[in-house]
């Protein structure tokens, strides 16, 4: 076990020449070759339980790529790169693309305009409406008993507080019955209701293991465990969350979903908001609580201001390279395009993006008569159920029956290490025909996984694998991905990873340009037991308007 982890970890840049296809292959190779007994089951990753992974001598090469189209497409994607600058547009100018928002058209358009400069049609293809709202400021200061600017932004799709408002704050009180929830309601009209439990500490809890003294952490983790089960209880007596502060009248609802960082929270969000709602910092939101909570009459001067125009139709951006021999096969590039707003969706999706917009413009330079169609999927509402892509594949029966292959990503600006056929019976065969042409600096810290039930919807490629097409997911190297910038207000340019990036979007380009070498159209047979279980295939269907969804 250990082994696996300390070889899964190995940078293998870090054991490498830097010069492109250099020596020192032959050291990154010995070290990162596991013995059969060592080959672990990887649980999670790309498609759920997997067989084991595949022996990496069987695709990793010794030699650098003689492909010259390959090696073209190195210089093109790691030496002429454009994919920073690309990022820099995106994630700073545009910023983040919560679904439909005047954000979320601003970066459609400027997708549309870059592929249009390059010469590959584009367009933004409607799958649905959604509630068309604009982000406005969102300021929070606590006025009484002192002064602070309190850290605070409204959550996605929130009603506006009208201006500036001064408000007290109290707690969600601690009742036994709802008959006295109902009671306590007359007493919130006008007024800012904390509505999640306090943290204990905004520390991170491993500074609590590494320098507390005995018995520190266990008591933090037990007194967050018991914030949290009490206060259940107490959210439980109001019934519906989206529903009771309407009717009491409330001025605002605060509250915090820490990330376990200091100063990083989850910044989420729903369509279903009646009242502004705001999420504080996990320090502010206990020093409010704290102030409510022992009758120190805390006072905050909060705006929000938002505006919402209804439901608007929703888009795709889809990017096309037609195919010259076999126009009606495919290869499809997918990420979805759209995020949360809590800051500028960076590494998510912005690197999925923006890997998929850089592949597209190294094939469109190197490869720019593919055999088969190539189709880019920037899909929208992904963060609501996967909405685009499966509206995709409900729309487009005749394009999905004939994916020929095509890979996804979406988890973070890692570089890709795993990946893997999914539930595909020749997939395995046609990723190792791909990664044996690739150079070892892109392959040599890859983990192909084996076969494997379809994704189960965590992202898009699983709209794919459950209609039977060969789309595949891949994996990256975390970065704290989780903590760190997954839906947070830290989710900025500067995370991404210009190295991993290049990495990225190079490594897309030629696998689809390897998989575009390929004679026959890939079978479409699929697994249908996984050891004792039986594997079943079953598409839910695409979300297409505001009022069906519950995010
Ligand atoms: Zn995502």
Not at 23 to 32: K, N, P, R, W
Not at 175 to 180: F, I
Request: net charge neutral.
């Amino acid at each position: 076990m250990r082994v696996e982890r300390i070889c899964f970890n190995l940078n293998p840049g870090a054991l490498m020449s830097r010069t492109p296809f250099g020596s020192g292959l032959l050291l990154a190779v010995t070290a990162l070759a596991l013995p059969a007994a060592l080959v672990a089951q990887r649980p999670g990753g790309p498609g759920g339980q997997q067989q084991p992974r595949i022996d990496t001598t069987l695709y990793v090469r010794t030699t650098p790529p003689s492909n010259p189209v390959i090696q073209k497409m190195w210089a093109e994607g790691m030496e002429r790169s454009q994919v920073m600058t690309l990022a820099q547009v995106l994630l700073d100018s545009i910023g983040p693309r919560l679904t439909n928002t005047d954000r979320f058209d601003a970066g459609q358009e400027w997708l549309v305009h870059m592929y249009g400069k390059w010469g590959v049609p584009a367009q933004r293809q409607q799958y649905g409406t959604w509630e068309k709202w604009e982000r406005g400021i969102s300021h929070v200061d606590l006025v009484f008993p002192r002064i602070r600017s309190l850290e605070g932004m409204m959550l996605g799709w929130s009603p506006s507080t009208m201006g500036p408002v001064e408000a007290d704050v109290v707690t969600l009180p601690d009742l036994e019955t709802p008959e006295q929830f109902a009671e306590w309601m007359k007493t919130a009209r006008g007024k800012v209701v904390l509505t999640s439990p306090p943290n204990p500490s905004c520390r991170m809890p491993s500074q609590y293991t590494e320098f507390g003294t005995e018995g520190a952490a266990e008591r933090i983790q037990r007194e967050r465990a018991e914030a949290s089960s009490a206060w259940r209880a107490r959210t439980l007596l109001g019934g519906n969350p989206n529903e009771w502060p309407k009717t009491a009248g409330v001025t605002a609802i605060f509250t915090t979903n820490w990330s376990q960082y200091p100063g990083v929270n989850k910044v989420f969000g729903t369509p279903k908001q009646q009242v502004p709602t705001f999420d504080i910092s996990c320090e502010d939101y206990n020093l409010l609580f704290r102030l409510a909570s022992n009758n120190q009459s805390p006072r905050v001067r909060v705006q929000g201001a938002s505006r919402s125009m209804g439901e608007q139709p929703v888009h795709n951006v889809i990017a096309t390279i037609k195919g010259s021999e076999k126009p009606n096969e495919y290869i499809v590039l997918s990420a979805h395009y759209d995020s949360w707003d809590g800051a500028s969706g960076a590494t998510d999706n912005g690197t999925g993006t923006l890997t998929m917009l850089e592949a597209a413009r190294i094939l469109k330079t190197i490869y720019p008569n593919p055999k088969r169609t190539i189709i880019v999927g920037h899909w929208g509402g992904e963060e609501q159920g996967l909405n685009g892509s499966r509206a995709f594949v409900e729309d487009n029966p005749e394009i999905v029956a004939r994916v020929h292959a095509g890979f996804n990503q979406d988890n973070g600006t890692g570089r890709i290490v795993n990946g893997g056929p999914g539930p595909f019976v020749g997939g395995q065969e046609a990723w190792l025909r791909y990664l044996r042409e690739l150079p070892a600096e892109l392959t040599g810290g890859f983990r192909l996984g084996g076969l494997s039930g379809p994704a189960g919807g965590g992202t898009d490629h699983a709209a794919f694998q459950c209609a039977k097409s060969p789309v595949y997911g891949t994996g990256g190297v975390s970065w704290d991905y989780s903590r760190s910038t997954w839906h947070t207000n830290r989710d900025t340019y500067d995370k991404v990873v210009p190295e991993d990036l290049k990495h990225n979007a190079t490594m897309i380009a030629m696998l689809v340009y390897m998989a575009d070498q390929d004679s026959e159209l890939l079978s479409r047979e699929v697994i249908t037991k996984l050891g004792e279980r039986d594997v079943t295939y079953s598409c839910p269907k695409a979300t297409r308007r505001t009022q069906d969804s519950s995010r």
